[in-house]
């Protein structure tokens, strides 16, 4: 029996964007959109919502809950998920830090308590 060649996996560090490692266009928003996702989902199960009782709540019909559950997200815009998060009694704080001494862009970050 012939030996197999041994195949060397390297390792790369991520961005922290997993959208922007896969090297999609508008990452961050994609990023962002995700995030907010979540939130949204996570308080949605944490209240028990049936998808009927949900779409009731954030004044959406029942197709666009099934999307926002399985993360599709095309049809939602990142003001859209923070108004649905402050539906749900969220408070949503920006803040808006004056640019460092780099000619590099600035970041959007979402932390969800």
Do not use: C, W
Request: proline share 4%; charged share 20%.
């Amino acid at each position: 029996m012939a030996k197999q060649a041994k195949s060397v996996n390297r390792v790369v560090a991520s961005s922290g964007n997993v959208f922007a490692d896969l090297g999609l266009p508008d990452a961050a928003e994609l990023d962002t959109k995700v995030r907010l996702a979540v939130a949204v989902n996570r308080l949605l199960e944490s209240r028990r919502l049936t998808q009927a009782a949900a779409a009731t709540a954030l004044s959406i019909n029942q197709p666009k809950i099934s999307a926002l559950k399985h993360y599709k997200l095309e049809g939602f815009s990142v003001e859209r998920l923070m108004t649905f998060l402050t539906a749900l009694g969220s408070d949503i704080e920006i803040r808006v830090h004056l640019p460092k001494r780099s000619s590099s862009p600035g970041r959007i970050l979402v932390n969800a308590a």
